[in-house]
């Protein structure tokens, strides 16, 4: 699919297959076709425990993908943990 297998983790939602790839070395700031971080995919899948993660490892907030989006533009306001875990304003 072209994509990083740290990106296909955090798609899974599996956040042991994440650790276990960051450990062996996988660049959690890598990006994919579109520009989207692993932050991104968690915060768009609602994955809070991964974004908690990746965010505890100096994921970078302020990234945007190819479109211009930062990864707390993409949380679903469903996604309460997420909405917590980025605070009110990063969803203005």
Known sequence: SGMAALHEAVLTGNLD??????????????????????????????YADIARYLLSLGA?????????EKPSDLIDPEYEDLVQLFGAAALR
């Open 17 to 46: 297959c994440v650790k276990l790839l960051v450990k062996y070395g996988a660049d959690i700031h890598q990006r994919d076709e579109n520009g989207w971080t692993p932050l991104h995919m968690a915060c768009s899948d609602g």
């Open 60 to 68: 970078s907030l302020e990234a945007t993908t190819d479109d211009g």
